[in-house]
C-alpha cells in the first residue's frame, strides 16, 4: 500500500515473481477496505499516504479485533526514528526504510509470513485445547454438581462435607421388572432414558441434584451441595410435577406408568467417592429413611416422613396416613403429599 503508483506497481512485480499474490490500494481509506473485505497473510504499509496516513491506518487495524493479529510491515522513505518507534509501539511487525534493498524486503517478508504461519497454527492447537477443556468439563458435569466440579479443579481432594438438613428424595418405577422382562434390552434402555430424561429437565428447573439412578430408582437432593432454605418445598414441587409428568408418560408395554416416591428431611453427609470414576454421594440415616417412604410408599403416591410434613404443611395439601411398621426403623407417622394449598 503506497501512494506512488510506480513503486506500488515495481513493488508488486518484485512480489510476484518471488511467488506472492498481491492486492494494490493507493490511499489509506483503500488499504481499510481491503483488508477488513479481503483476508491477507501480511500488508506492507507506506507510513506516507493521502487521507489516512499510515500511521493512522495502522491505529484501526490495531484497534480492529478483526484485523489486530494481521502483521504489519511499514515502508517510508523517511530516516524518521521517532516514526518507526512510534510505528512498532502501535504494533507493526517491522520496519523497511526506502528506498529498500530486495533481497532484504524479502528475507523480511519471508520471516514474518513464517512467524503469522507459526501464530496461526498455535491458535489451532489453542482452538483444539480449548475444545477438549469443554468437552471435559461437559463430562465432569455430568458426572458432578458444579461446585463439586469446581473444588477438584482448585486442587481440593478428599471432598466431604456435612449438611445439617437437606431433603432426599428416591422414586421408583412399579413392576419394572415385569416389563423389562417382556421387552428387548434396546427398547427398555430407551424405555428408562425417556424417563430419566424428563425427570432430569424437571430436577434443573427446580435445583435439585440428581444423586444417581439405581436400576428404575431415581435419586435426587436439594441443599446439596450448596445449602438451600427452601429445599424441602423445591424437592416437593419437583415431586408432585414427577408425579404428573409420569402419570402421562406411555409405558413400555403401553400401560400407564406407576411409580412411588419416597421423601425425608434430615442431616447427611456428602462427598466424592473413587479416583478413576469419581461418584458423588450421600450418606445418613436420612438417605436411608427416605429410601423406606419410597419403598413403604402406595402406588402413585407421594409419602414424606414427619420431619418433612412439619416443612410442608402451611403451604401444601397432606394427608395423614398414619402410623406404618418401617423396615429397620419401627413404627413411623407418615404423611402422603397431595399438592400446594390455592
Same mark, same amino acid.
Request: glycine share 6%.
Given at each position: *500500500?503506497? $501512494?506512488?503508483?510506480? /513503486?506500488?506497481?515495481?513493488?508488486?512485480?518484485?512480489?510476484?515473481?518471488? #511467488?506472492?499474490?498481491?492486492?494494490?490500494?493507493?490511499?489509506?481509506?483503500?488499504?481499510?477496505?481491503?483488508?477488513?473485505?479481503?483476508?491477507?497473510?501480511?500488508?506492507?504499509?507506506?507510513?506516507?499516504?493521502?487521507?489516512?496516513?499510515?500511521?493512522?491506518?495502522?491505529?484501526?487495524?490495531?484497534?480492529?479485533?478483526?484485523?489486530?493479529?494481521?502483521? %504489519?510491515?511499514?515502508?517510508?522513505?523517511?530516516?524518521?526514528?521517532? #516514526?518507526?518507534?512510534?510505528?512498532?509501539?502501535?504494533?507493526? +511487525?517491522?520496519? %523497511? @526504510?526506502?528506498? !529498500?534493498?530486495?533481497?532484504?524486503?524479502?528475507?523480511?517478508?519471508? @520471516?514474518?509470513?513464517?512467524?503469522?504461519?507459526?501464530?496461526?497454527?498455535?491458535?489451532?492447537?489453542?482452538?483444539?485445547?480449548?475444545?477438549?477443556?469443554?468437552?471435559?468439563?461437559?463430562?465432569?458435569?455430568?458426572?458432578?454438581?458444579?461446585?463439586?466440579?469446581?473444588?477438584?479443579?482448585?486442587?481440593? +481432594?478428599?471432598?466431604?462435607?456435612?449438611?445439617?438438613?437437606?431433603?432426599?428424595? &428416591?422414586?421408583?418405577?412399579?413392576? !419394572?421388572? @415385569?416389563?423389562?422382562?417382556?421387552?428387548? @434390552?434396546?427398547?427398555?434402555? =430407551?424405555?428408562?432414558?425417556?424417563? !430419566?430424561?424428563?425427570?432430569?429437565?424437571?430436577?434443573?428447573?427446580?435445583?435439585?441434584?440428581?444423586?444417581?439412578?439405581?436400576? $428404575?430408582?431415581? *435419586?435426587?437432593?436439594?441443599?446439596?451441595?450448596?445449602?438451600?432454605?427452601?429445599?424441602?418445598?423445591?424437592?416437593?414441587?419437583?415431586?408432585?410435577?414427577?408425579?404428573?409428568?409420569?402419570?402421562? &408418560? $406411555?409405558?413400555?408395554?403401553?400401560?400407564?406408568?406407576?411409580?412411588?416416591?419416597?421423601?425425608?428431611?434430615?442431616?447427611?453427609?456428602?462427598?466424592?467417592?473413587?479416583? /478413576?470414576?469419581?461418584?458423588?454421594?450421600?450418606?445418613? $440415616?436420612?438417605?436411608?429413611?427416605? +429410601?423406606?417412604?419410597? +419403598?413403604?410408599?402406595?402406588?402413585?403416591?407421594?409419602?414424606?416422613?414427619?420431619?418433612?410434613?412439619?416443612?410442608?404443611?402451611? =403451604?401444601?395439601?397432606?394427608?395423614?396416613?398414619?402410623?406404618?411398621?418401617?423396615?429397620?426403623?419401627?413404627? *413411623?407417622?407418615?404423611?402422603?403429599?397431595?399438592?400446594?394449598?390455592?
Amino acid at each position: *500500500m503506497d $501512494d506512488d503508483l510506480d /513503486n506500488r506497481d515495481m513493488l508488486a512485480r518484485r512480489l510476484q515473481r518471488a #511467488g506472492y499474490k498481491v492486492a494494490l490500494a493507493e490511499n489509506g481509506r483503500q488499504a481499510l477496505d481491503l483488508v477488513r473485505t479481503t483476508t491477507f497473510d501480511l500488508v506492507l504499509l507506506d507510513l506516507i499516504m493521502p487521507g489516512l496516513d499510515g500511521l493512522q491506518v495502522l491505529q484501526q487495524m490495531k484497534a480492529d479485533p478483526a484485523l489486530r493479529h494481521l502483521p %504489519v510491515i511499514m515502508l517510508s522513505a523517511l530516516d524518521d526514528e521517532q #516514526g518507526i518507534a512510534r510505528c512498532i509501539e502501535l504494533g507493526a +511487525s517491522d520496519y %523497511v @526504510a526506502k528506498p !529498500f534493498n530486495p533481497v532484504f524486503l524479502r528475507a523480511r517478508i519471508s @520471516a514474518e509470513l513464517e512467524r503469522k504461519r507459526l501464530r496461526d497454527q498455535e491458535q489451532i492447537y489453542l482452538h483444539q485445547i480449548q475444545q477438549e477443556q469443554e468437552k471435559s468439563e461437559r463430562l465432569l458435569l455430568n458426572i458432578l454438581p458444579k461446585a463439586i466440579a469446581d473444588r477438584l479443579k482448585q486442587g481440593e +481432594s478428599g471432598i466431604v462435607d456435612s449438611f445439617a438438613e437437606v431433603t432426599v428424595l &428416591f422414586a421408583d418405577l412399579i413392576d !419394572f421388572t @415385569a416389563v423389562a422382562t417382556r421387552l428387548p @434390552a434396546a427398547d427398555v434402555v =430407551r424405555w428408562l432414558n425417556g424417563i !430419566f430424561t424428563a425427570l432430569d429437565e424437571l430436577a434443573r428447573k427446580r435445583g435439585l441434584e440428581k444423586i444417581k439412578t439405581i436400576g $428404575d430408582a431415581y *435419586m435426587a437432593v436439594a441443599g446439596v451441595p450448596v445449602p438451600r432454605p427452601d429445599h424441602t418445598e423445591a424437592v416437593a414441587d419437583f415431586a408432585l410435577e414427577a408425579r404428573d409428568a409420569l402419570a402421562a &408418560f $406411555d409405558r413400555a408395554d403401553d400401560r400407564t406408568l406407576r411409580i412411588r416416591i419416597g421423601i425425608h428431611t434430615g442431616p447427611v453427609i456428602a462427598g466424592i467417592i473413587g479416583t /478413576n470414576k469419581f461418584a458423588y454421594d450421600l450418606w445418613g $440415616d436420612t438417605v436411608n429413611t427416605a +429410601s423406606r417412604m419410597e +419403598s413403604h410408599g402406595q402406588p402413585d403416591s407421594i409419602q414424606v416422613s414427619a420431619p418433612t410434613y412439619e416443612r410442608l404443611k402451611d =403451604r401444601y395439601d397432606l394427608e395423614k396416613r398414619g402410623a406404618i411398621e418401617v423396615k429397620g426403623k419401627g413404627e *413411623m407417622v407418615t404423611y402422603l403429599l397431595k399438592g400446594k394449598k390455592g
